[in-house]
Structures are given as C-alpha cells and as structure tokens.
C-alpha cells in the first residue's frame, strides 16, 4: 500500500471505531500509531514520532490557557455568579412577553461573557431557570429547550474554549478570535429573544398553556441590582477589557479572571474550602480531558500530513469543479451531520486539520472560518442522538418525567435560528471581521 492509501485506510478505521463506541482520543490514538507503523515499517518509530507530537502540544505556552478558562468558568458557577446574571436578566425583561425565557437568553449570554464551557452553563440554568419558568407557567419541554439553545452561546461569546482550541490548531490569533465571536455571539442571542418573543405573541402555545410571566418577577431594588450586577460586571470588563485593550494576553487573562473570582467568592463568603477543593478536582477532570483530545489530534495530524492525505484531498478539492462556495457548504453539512454523534472538540480536531491545505488554496480567512466552525459545531450540541449539552440537562434535571426526546423538541426551534445565524455569517462575513 502507498502511503496515501494507508492514510485513507487509517481514517476509515478510525471513523469506524468512533462509531463503534471507542472514546474518540483511543481511536485517534490507535489509527495514527498503526498508520505511521505501516508508513515507515517500525512501531519504534512510530511509537517515537507520535511521543514527540504529544511532547510539543503539551508544552506548549499557549495552551495555558485551556485549564485557567475552565477553572474560571467552575469559580464563577460556584460563587453563585450564575444565579445573579438570571435574577439581573430577568429584571431587564420583566415586563416583556415571553421575558422569563428570554431573561434566560440574556442571562446565559452574560455568563458566556465570563466562562467559555456550554456545559457549564447548561448545568447552572438546568437548576434555577427550569423551576423558574415552569412555576410561572412554561412548559417543561420549552424551558429546558431555552437552557439547551442559549446555553451553547458559551462556545461563541469570548472567552470560549472552542475558540482557544481553533487557534491551537490553525495557529491563529487567540485575541482576534475572541472579538470576532463578539457579534455573531450577540447576533445569536438577540435572535434567540426574538424568536421568544414571537412565540410567545403568536405561537404561544408552544411556551405553555398558562403563561403568567409579564409583570410576575419581581423587580429588583437598586441595590439589590448593584450587588449582583456590579460583581459579574467588573470581571467582564477584567478578562475581556484586558485582553482588547492589550493589558495581557488570553492565557495572562485567565490567570487574572480566575484570581478576580476567587476574591468576589471570598468577599462575597460564597467560596468556601469545600467548595474550592470540588473546583480544582472537576478542573482537573476537564483539563485532562481536553489534553488527551489535543495530544491524540496532534498524533492524527502528524500521521496525515505523513501520509500525504491533507494535500492530495487539497489538490482535489482545488482541480474539482465545486467551486469556492461548494467546498464550504459542504464542509459546514459534514460538521453538521457529525454533530449528531460525536462532541464538538472531537469533530473540530478531525476536520479542521484536514481541512487546512484546502483553505489556503482557496485563500479562506481562517478567523472567519472559525467562527463558522464553532456555529456549526455548536448546532450539533443540540441534534440528536449526541447533543451532549442536552445529556447535561437530562442528567442535572430532579424531574425524570422530562425525557431526552423532550428536550430535543424543545431545543429544536434555537437549532433552527441558529442556521439562520450560520447562514448570515457565511453571506455577510464581516460579522465576524468587523471588530478586528
């Protein structure tokens, strides 16, 4: 076998083996190891080339900031941060139709703002908006269907760890990437409240049967206002204030947002030993996670430009006769269609590094790209069988009668207004370039 047919051998094998249930790091891990095996005839040299690929992600500066974006994000769930943005957000639209669901917009929005984990936010608003809007009369399918659409704006309003991960892997700029998921992140979310707000005037059976929401929130005093909106708002205008201003750098604003939050927990007493201790550990969990997807993308990646594959498929994808916007329709259904079975990290770390030669060869804006990675990506958190934000609600949710296929219908309204958003950036790309 040549090494090309080798290559292609090897990435069919290791879709196979994702979709037979390995966890996708072995699968990489294993079809990369055999393939540089079979390439130079040694599993010496293999197992030597492949040591030195993981040996160059991990120690690389840059991904510092993978683990100090995740700490950050379990310090603000923990110190009730998560629970002010709600109680400010729905203080905003209190009086609107619809305001409870799009108080959740907001207030997943604003909680982006400070942690880039969809998971996490998925798993707070799971706790208190779900309750919330149930007892004012939403349904259960509709409320845990806001908390699975609006949490997936963590991936897309800086900092946001997809992003992080795009720019390890395309070497482009971290902070540029950030403020170019400025307006396409608020474009989501402002959609997402419009969409709420015309089912609920039009449609409102869809939200429930005995919506009593207007007017039902209490308002808040002033200085209840100030003393859970001011906290949240200082360590936006830390992270992101820092960074967009040059004061530091993503990694260095990390740093700098997790201390803010560890003394607002501490000021405000809701950061106990305890506490802290469970956010290390479950930082610890996500980082090694995200690690070991890294280390074995870097592996593949190493073994596909071995074999040749990456320039071959961009030689055919260049000579074919699909044209420039034929390959990126069809790049954003494959993401599409992978979403509903493997995690978004996984699926960016097996397209993007394929992808690359084809986008240089057709002079694509790579921090364009990106941001249309990550919404196309973060469609599939909400497509079924996978949709791993809505197994995160399942599991947080003390309701067992709300089924996953409930959750499903509810979020698929937010899948659709967020192929609304795709298709905007893809036609008017200065949504995402604007800014930079």
Request: aromatic letters at 10%; hydrophobic letters at 60%; a neutral charge.
């Amino acid at each position: 076998m040549t090494p090309f047919e080798i290559g292609l051998s090897s990435f069919g094998a290791m879709v196979a083996l994702v979709y037979l249930g390995f966890w996708v790091p072995f699968a990489l891990m294993l079809s990369s190891f055999v393939g540089v095996w079979m390439i130079k005839g040694s599993p010496v040299l293999a197992g030597k080339l492949l040591a030195l690929a993981a040996s160059n992600t991990i120690s690389s500066y840059f991904f510092g900031v993978v683990p100090l974006f995740v700490l950050m994000g379990y310090l603000v769930s923990v110190t009730g941060m998560g629970r002010d943005a709600f109680d400010v957000a729905n203080h905003m639209f209190r009086r609107i139709r619809g305001g409870l669901g799009i108080g959740t917009v907001g207030a997943n929005a604003i909680f982006a703002a400070i942690t880039g984990i969809s998971i996490a936010s998925a798993a707070v608003f799971t706790k208190i908006a779900v309750p919330e809007m149930v007892r004012h009369g939403y349904s259960a399918r509709f409320s845990v269907g806001v908390v699975a659409g609006s949490s997936v704006l963590g991936m897309l309003i800086p900092p946001s760890l997809l992003l992080i991960l795009y720019g390890l892997l395309t070497e482009q700029s971290v902070g540029d990437l950030f403020i170019a998921g400025v307006l396409p992140g608020l474009l989501l979310a402002l959609i997402f409240g419009i969409g709420i707000y015309l089912m609920a005037v039009l449609r409102p059976r869809m939200l429930g049967e005995n919506i009593a929401d207007l007017d039902a929130t209490p308002a808040l005093t002033p200085q209840e206002l100030v003393s859970k909106g001011l906290p949240i708002a200082l360590l936006i205008g830390l992270v992101l204030g820092g960074i967009y201003n040059g004061f530091f750098t993503p990694i260095e604003a990390g740093a700098v947002g997790c201390a803010g939050a560890i003394i607002i927990g501490l000021a405000r007493r809701t950061l106990g030993l305890r506490d802290f201790w469970q956010v290390l550990n479950d930082t610890g969990l996500v980082t090694a996670s995200i690690c070991f997807l890294i280390i074995a993308a870097q592996m593949y990646s190493r073994m596909l430009a071995l074999s040749g594959v990456p320039t071959e498929f961009g030689n055919f994808v260049a000579t074919a006769d699909i044209g420039y916007w034929g390959v990126i329709l069809a790049y954003v259904a494959l993401v599409i269609v992978m979403g509903t079975v493997l995690d978004s990290s996984s699926i960016m770390l097996i397209l993007v590094p394929l992808m690359l030669p084809v986008l240089a060869t057709l002079q694509v804006d790579l921090i364009w790209f990106g941001i249309v990675t990550i919404i196309a990506v973060e469609i599939g958190l909400l497509t079924p069988p996978f949709g791993i934000s809505v197994f995160v609600i399942k599991s947080a949710l003390d309701d067992p009668s709300i089924t996953l296929g409930d959750i499903f219908i509810g979020a698929a309204p937010f899948a659709v207004m967020m192929l609304v958003v795709l298709g905007l950036v893809l036609f008017f790309p200065a949504l995402a370039t604007a800014l930079i």
